[in-house]
């Protein structure tokens, strides 16, 4: 029994470098995936610059880290900005748990490591580790695409409009199971626009 005043068995505190090691887990996670099931981007060649702008997330197995998470999202907006050097600002918005709810926003940095198609990337959360960024699916207009790690622990299925229909969705969906995703894991995201004030 501890008396106030008195001390307790001692907390640990994280150091720098433990913290660094536990942030890039789930990145080293999806980058380090060998096997040959792999999932692997579309050979399909990306136009970068016709790529970035605005897109709305509908879907997603969502991350859901006590340190990170876009589990609860609504509203979910993935941006992207080519720079000069070829990077590319990229910046999720969404809103936690309701409409109303507080916006989170993560702001990786992106990388395209296959320069044939531009359709593998690798996006930086924290330096110096990068994450396997992977554009499984984009429709021959721009208007809907599906991103992707190798390892299939996260989706993102995302369109130009927050309002697709639930057959262009259903496509989608298939062409998600096709390339080995569990579709019991992928979750719907709610959008509703414009957002309240």
Request: proline share 7%.
């Amino acid at each position: 029994m501890t008396t106030a005043g008195s001390v307790s068995s001692p907390v640990r505190v994280l150091t720098p470098a433990a913290l660094l090691v536990m942030l890039s887990l789930p990145m080293l996670m999806a980058t380090g995936c060998s096997t040959a099931d792999a999932l692997r981007a579309t050979d399909k060649k990306i136009d970068l610059p016709r790529f970035m702008g605005d897109w709305y997330v509908i879907g997603s197995i969502p991350i859901d880290f006590f340190f990170v998470s876009e589990a609860g999202a609504h509203n979910a907006v993935e941006s992207y900005a080519l720079n000069e050097d070829g990077s590319i600002d990229t910046r999720y918005r969404f809103r936690k748990d309701s409409f109303d709810g507080p916006v989170k926003s993560f702001n990786p940095t992106g990388f395209v490591y296959n320069t044939e198609t531009n359709a593998e990337w690798r996006m930086q959360f924290l330096w110096p580790f990068k994450s396997a960024y992977l554009i499984v699916y984009l429709a021959d207009d721009y208007s809907s695409t599906i991103i992707g790690v190798p390892n299939r622990d996260y989706i993102w299925i995302m369109a130009r409009s927050p309002d697709i229909s639930e057959e262009e969705y259903q496509k989608l969906l298939d062409i998600s199971a096709a390339a080995g995703y569990d579709l019991d894991k992928i979750v719907r995201i709610p959008h509703q626009w414009p957002e309240p004030e």
